[in-house]
């Protein structure tokens, strides 16, 4: 039984949220399946923070065949839109598309209008699409990719269920960035719709016979595979998948991102750096090279003359800001990239001495999981000292320190309905022991403001025989950030700080291709002394270009 005064309220929410989202305002429901679908509404939100009622003695879990009586409610979900609206950003989007990007649209539209099956893959450089779909979420969530992908892993979706049901329905399928991920995601997925899909008769059809459109720029970022060489990278990414046997590969070419900010820049300027940045994607620059090479950055771009190189490019990127710490349009399109998180954090901790306020320190509690298959007694000699100093890539820092003004960004998806998600960026309001208060900074959720709650994680891949169990906030300081967790992003300002240089595919180039004009990227290269230079590594793993 589900006890406490509020009962009725939560009930009559789930009700007005069932006929809202059916289309079917005089949809009865009994108290039975009233209590059942708010018991799966009180699941979603406590999956989202990791949770279940699994682990709750107070209340039931709720009866699966609730849903299947009442509708599927993923499918009211992705349904859930103004039909006016929606055609107004529509015509809006459609009528500034380039005559290339209106040519692609058109064609895939053909294919999906038709629902004769097609797999596309949407090529293009940096900036050539520039836009973030609404109501988008990670494919992971979404389709149940197990976090560690096996080359016989399969999406943890079952025939007839709630899931199954929603890609039955669907018609047409994006993924953006693809290339950043595992090709064991793709064939997983593949299985996964094959198998769905095999009453409607198309088992053997690539992807159950759905039209998907999968985007992205083989010159950023490749999967990210621990501990492992050059090759096996290349070998991990969706290129090298049987999929790709199954793909039209279609090609933009405009620089939208560029196009977007281009203030006073001539259109011949424009096009020197939209071609250096695109030549040095390629790893054309120094050739003949075999993808590692150091290149010369142009002298507009650097910041050459410093005594304090992280002063230096603190005061570039963010200048007045004792003034503006905590204005949101001043600080929203700025960034300082370096390639590792180590850098990243000097320059956090800098800029945080540099604003006023009151700093509050936040310290992680750190434990082994006991239940891991793993576990012996041998780990009992592993102390909360070392524990908090362990770092891996997906984890929160073991202490974290903020002020009120501070800029942060989500590591985890907390409400992704809300746009809390993985990478959104916030400003810190408030604080108290266990909860931020934070205000969205960009994007349809803007000032929106939101209570980010402490939260146990482990990394998908641990480096260690043991699995960490990490409770912290799941966020970063961010004036400043690695180059990889900037992919994706559009930016007004950049600040690359090179300290370290770049050290794998892809590095540099996102890091220089994120930002809408020329005049807003600047670059700080210095050696072990503080010696500014001017030239710096480039890593470009040109073979997975010629499935192109």
């Known amino acids: 039984m589900i006890y406490g005064r509020c009962l009725d309220d939560l009930f009559e929410q789930c009700a007005y949220g069932m006929k809202f989202g059916s ?61 006016d609206t929606e055609k107004q950003k529509f015509q809006e989007l459609f009528h500034a598309l380039t005559y290339e990007q209106r040519l692609i649209f058109e064609k895939i539209m053909d294919v999906v209008n038709k629902q004769s099956g097609g797999v596309f893959f949407l090529h293009g450089y940096g900036g050539t699409a520039s836009l973030l779909l609404p109501g988008g979420r990670t494919t992971h969530s979404k389709f149940k990719i197990p ?81 492992v060489g050059r090759s096996d990278i290349v070998h991990a990414s969706i290129s090298s998948s049987y999929v ?9 070419s405009k620089n939208m991102r560029l196009q977007e900010g281009r203030d006073n820049t001539s259109s011949n300027e424009l096009a020197e750096f939209s071609k250096w940045i695109l030549n040095v994607g390629d790893g054309k620059i120094c050739e003949p090279n075999d993808g590692l090479v150091d290149i010369e ?20 990127k963010y200048p007045n800001l004792f003034e503006k710490y905590q204005d949101v349009e001043f600080l929203q399109g700025k960034v300082i990239l370096a390639s590792t ?43 909360p000292e070392f524990l908090s100093k362990l770092r891996t890539s997906g984890l929160p820092n073991h202490r974290i320190k903020l002020k009120v003004g501070t800029p942060i ?32 900074m960009s994007g349809k959720n803007i000032g929106n403001i939101f209570y980010i709650p402490r939260m146990s ?15 912290q906030f799941s966020i970063i300081v961010s004036y400043a950030m690695t180059i990889n967790k900037s992919q994706g992003q559009s930016l007004d300002s950049v600040g690359l700080y090179l300290s370290t240089p770049v050290f794998s595919h892809g590095q540099l180039y996102v890091a220089i291709s994120r930002v809408k004009s020329k005049s807003e990227l600047k670059t700080l290269i210095h050696d072990k002394e503080n010696v500014p230079c001017s030239t710096t590594t480039n890593v470009v793993y040109k073979e997975v270009f010629q499935a192109l």
């Open 23 to 83: 289309f079917n305002r005089e949809l009865q429901l009994s108290n039975n399946e009233l209590k059942n679908l708010t018991l799966i509404e009180i699941e979603n939100m406590m999956q989202s923070n990791r949770r279940s009622l699994h682990e709750s003695k107070c209340m039931p879990y709720p009866d699966s065949y609730v849903t299947k009586h009442v509708g599927n409610r993923l499918i009211y979900d992705e349904l859930n839109y103004n039909d």
């Open 147 to 227: 976090v560690s992908t096996l080359d016989n892993s399969t999406c943890n979706i079952d025939k007839d269920t709630e899931h199954s049901q929603l890609f039955e329905a669907t018609d047409v399928i994006i993924w953006d960035e693809a290339p950043m991920s595992h090709k064991n995601c793709f064939e997983a997925l593949d299985k996964t719709l094959k198998d769905v899909m095999s009453k409607k008769g198309v088992k053997n059809t690539i992807f159950g016979g759905k039209v998907i459109v999968f985007g992205g720029d083989f010159r950023q970022i490749l999967p990210v595979v621990p501990r």
């Open 244 to 252: 790709w046997d199954y793909f039209q590969v279609l090609t933009l």
């Open 297 to 316: 950055i142009p002298p507009e771009l650097l910041i050459s003359n410093c005594d304090d190189p992280i002063r230096a490019i603190v005061e570039n």
């Open 341 to 383: 998180s180590e850098v990243v954090d000097k320059i956090n901790h800098y800029v945080l001495d540099l604003i006023p306020g009151e700093e509050k320190e936040y310290l992680s509690f750190d434990s082994i999981d006991r239940t891991n298959s793993s576990y012996t007694e041998a780990y009992e000699v592993l102390t």
């Open 409 to 440: 960004m989500l590591m985890r998806n907390l409400d992704q309905a809300d746009g809390l998600c993985n990478g959104i960026r916030l400003i810190v309001t408030r604080f108290e022991n266990h909860v931020i208060e934070s205000k969205i």
């Open 457 to 471: 994680m482990s990394p998908s891949d641990s480096p260690w025989p043991f699995k960490l169990i990490r409770r």
